[in-house]
DNA sequence: CTTGCAGCTACAGCGACTGTAGATGTTACG
DNA sequence: CGTAACATCTACAGTCGCTGTAGCTGCAAG
């Protein structure tokens, strides 16, 4: 039974939320989790707010969205009676652009398909692969990757189901 | 009339490439061109066989192959009696890859357009999508970022078609 | 009292560039 | 021939979202 209860060190912090210890300091660093209350020896106590701020940012992130807008999100959270347009727009937001990526990537797989059943499996020279490579005009579609339209969309660091 | 045909400057390789002038300096830095011989100013001087390498660079990022695939395939390109299995194998798991990100980002998609239509559109306190951002119970897949799963496949610097 | 893990700060590195600063080179015009 | 405008040079910082490391200090157990 300590002092207060639900005050918990970084790591299990850590193992409660999913997110990695060095995350959870990174994200205080970038302002998206406040800087909690320390213990006489200078470490990190956090409570069921700071964890569940965690879980929130980890599940944001494991559905794409960037930091800018999981601070955004968390904000909005906590102006329960303000009307949720903003969080709305931010998920279509999200969504047009998952959407977008998936058929820059569906683009990409269909020219990739292509050029791998078109090769004879014979020497580099006749290799319809490399050929293509070579000459974008071989290519069917434009699939041009339109300023980054296939860059990353979440990384995530494990599953929710832990390591 | 120049000393030889078809020797040209940084910029118009870019031009004619495709390849941004910072990037293709950066690719010589990676060991994907060449050092192209100097002026007697300094400057880089490149011929038709290094705009056609920048061109296969190019082309092949924009179909999400990572730097170091691209130079095996670049590697490859140059001995035309070897077997293409290995360009074939290259291209196969690019294929896979993508792939694998595109039905990640349409798990992303799916739970994605389940919170958004949930919404009712009313206050933040009952509004779904921030709901289901605070407890992942509420998401109906697994939907999880499984270590790069949908990091990035090809960022591409602009079109095919130029600026 | 020591051992060993957990936490602390601070910073380098990933991939694939992009953008900048400050110094030269080159070219066109007068 | 001078000079202005532009291209190119090197070198390095910044992007994004972390991850990993080094070198400390803190803390609980044996
Ligand atoms: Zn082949
Ligand atoms: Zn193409
Ligand atoms: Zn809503
Ligand atoms: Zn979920």
Known sequence: MSITIGEVTIGEAARLSGVKVN?????EDR????????SDGNQ??????????????????DLGFPLPEVAELLDLAHRPEAPC???????????????RRISQLQSLAGELE?????????????C???????????????????????SDVAIGTASHAGP
């Open 128 to 150: 319809r692969i490399l050929e293509t490579l070579a000459d974008h005009a071989l290519c069917a579609t434009d699939h041009h990757a339109g300023r980054d339209a296939t």
């Open 31 to 38: 302002g998206l989790l406040p800087a909690p209350p320390r």
């Open 114 to 126: 292509r050029m791998i059943g078109f090769c004879a499996h014979d020497r580099v020279a006749t």
């Open 23 to 27: 995350t959870i300091r990174f994200y």
């Open 44 to 61: 990190r106590l956090y409570g069921d707010d700071h964890v569940a701020r965690l879980r929130f940012i980890r599940h944001a992130r």
């Open 85 to 99: 347009d903003a969080a709305d727009a931010i998920a279509r937001r999200q969504l047009a652009e998952v959407q």
